[in-house]
């Protein structure tokens, strides 16, 4: 990524570039090459290569990219030392080929989180030490995968109720409040290059901005890696 170059993911609606006269107008990506990256994210389907224009349309106008759903936890890792890397190999590759910054979404985040993360054998819920064990590998276990290869991890997923307060998760119930900043210690340790970001959605709302700001002040006390803040747009 550019130095001093602020990320900006843009979501685009394929259907209007599809609609742009070809070469009447530079790209996306060349048009603000001075300002910021332009991004969009990438869904299975068009992973799969089901649909070239898409994928041609993609590596035209965009410089950065992020995975729909390949990289989060029921995708990549579905059982206890069970992995599949295949969708997410995919996604890293074409990045990597096109010189695209690729971003990897997401490590934690409460939803699509298969139930034996949090559950021993007979279905009890885990220990605190337990659970930040199998944080660990998995984080580990993924970012160490494309360390050097994708540039910046969306670590954490919608921590916060729309209120402003912690998520009553099976992570901040299991694990506490550290969880958060555990799982940024984790990212780093496995890639101590990438940047890390925290992601949310609704932080136009002034209470959730505010419960927003304040974990961000008390992560960033203590030094925790964190390069920036991930803004989902809930408009339809």
């Known amino acids: 990524m550019p130095r001093n170059m602020p990320l900006i993911a843009v979501s685009v609606l394929l259907g209007v570039l599809f609609a742009c006269e070809v070469g009447a107008q530079p ?38 990219i992020s995975p729909e ?7 990549v890792h579905p059982g206890p030392g069970r992995y599949n890397f295949e969708p997410a190999d995919r996604f890293v590759e074409f990045g990597v080929v096109n010189h695209m910054f690729i971003i990897g979404h997401v490590l934690i985040w409460h939803d699509q989180t298969p139930k034996w993360v949090f559950q021993d054998d007979k279905g009890n819920t ?26 910046g991890w969306d670590v ?13 998760s099976p992570w901040l119930k299991i694990i506490g409040e550290d969880y958060i900043a555990k799982a940024f210690e984790f990212a780093h340790q496995a890639d101590p290059k ?20 304040a974990l961000i002040q008390k992560l960033q006390a203590p030094g925790t890696p964190i390069a920036g803040v991930g803004f989902r747009d809930t408009t339809n």
């Open 126 to 151: 885990v220990d605190r030490d337990t659970l930040l064990a199998r944080m660990r590998e998995h984080i580990l276990t993924v970012v160490g995968r494309y360390r050097g290869k994708i540039g």
């Open 69 to 75: 759903n390949a990289l989060k936890w029921d995708a």
């Open 27 to 64: 790209a996306l990506k060349d048009a603000f090459q001075n300002d910021f990256l332009i991004g969009t994210a990438i869904s299975r389907v068009q992973l799969a290569a089901e649909n070239p224009e898409e994928m041609a349309l993609i590596k035209a106008q965009f410089n950065s």
């Open 194 to 213: 990438a940047q890390l970001y925290y992601n949310d959605y609704l932080l136009e709302n002034a209470g959730k901005r505010r419960g927003a700001i």
């Open 156 to 168: 954490v997923n919608e921590a916060l109720d729309d209120n402003g307060q912690l998520r009553q």
